[in-house]
T-cell receptor
């Protein structure tokens, strides 16, 4: 497995602003992903963060709203742009440490938009 | 794309009894099926997984079974304890270079002391 940290752990933001969430892993990983978990709901994949290239977004998510960076094999950021109350969710990063599918999740960032 | 259904949405069992959570998937190409436990205020924790080349896997009080023909898999927890109370998610993915997980809707398990 891997030790994954996220910053911030929680935040309360005003609508129209943007928040950047950081995900740091204690070892190099092959894949990094960003998920959204709306209150009381399941996890939905936002995008795959690709090292050195543009992220791969899932249907319903766009780069202008959720820009992602992955400058190296241990770090990624997700920005939630021009926030509205509907963006209030838990945002989770996950990593895959090998070619064998296992994904491990960070503790999450709990975002409330007022 | 893949669709994963999970039942029941809530489950209450007496401490010491067994709990079973079931999931079905739609994509016959899926070959990896993990289960996650999410406690309040925490990220999901991988507790067990199974690949399509086996029918059952066990780890202490937790077991997972897979029926590829019927496209369903189940989580079994025996001798339940209060610390087993959490939300459990099943998921499915393929191993064809795009290992993204499709999650079930979750089961809130409550162990009654």
């Amino acid at each position: 497995s891997a030790v994954i940290s996220q910053k911030p752990s929680r935040d309360i933001c005003q609508r129209g602003t943007s928040l950047t969430i950081q995900c740091q892993v204690d070892s190099q990983v092959t894949m990094m992903f960003w998920y959204r978990q709306q209150p009381g709901q399941s996890l939905t994949l936002i995008a795959t963060a690709n090292q050195g290239s543009e992220a791969t977004y899932e249907s319903g998510f766009v780069i202008d709203k959720f820009p992602i960076s992955r400058p190296n094999l241990t770090f990624s950021t997700l920005t939630v742009s021009n926030m509205s109350p509907e963006d209030s969710s838990i945002y989770l990063c996950s990593v895959q440490t090998s070619g064998y599918n296992e994904q491990f999740f960070g503790p999450g960032t709990r975002l409330t938009v007022l | 794309g893949e669709n994963v259904e999970q039942h029941p949405s809530t489950l209450s069992v007496q401490e010491g009894d067994s709990a079973v959570i079931k999931c079905t998937y739609s994509d016959s190409a899926s070959n990896y099926f993990p289960w996650y436990k999410q406690e309040l205020g925490k990220g999901p924790q991988l507790i067990i997984d199974i690949r399509s080349n086996v029918g059952e896997k066990k780890d202490q009080r937790i077991a997972v079974t897979l029926n590829k023909t019927a496209k369903h898999f189940s989580l079994h927890i025996t001798e339940t304890q209060p610390e087993d109370s959490a939300v459990y998610f099943c998921a499915a993915s393929t191993n064809f270079g795009n290992e993204k997980l499709t999650f079930g809707t979750g089961t809130r398990l409550t162990i009654i002391p």
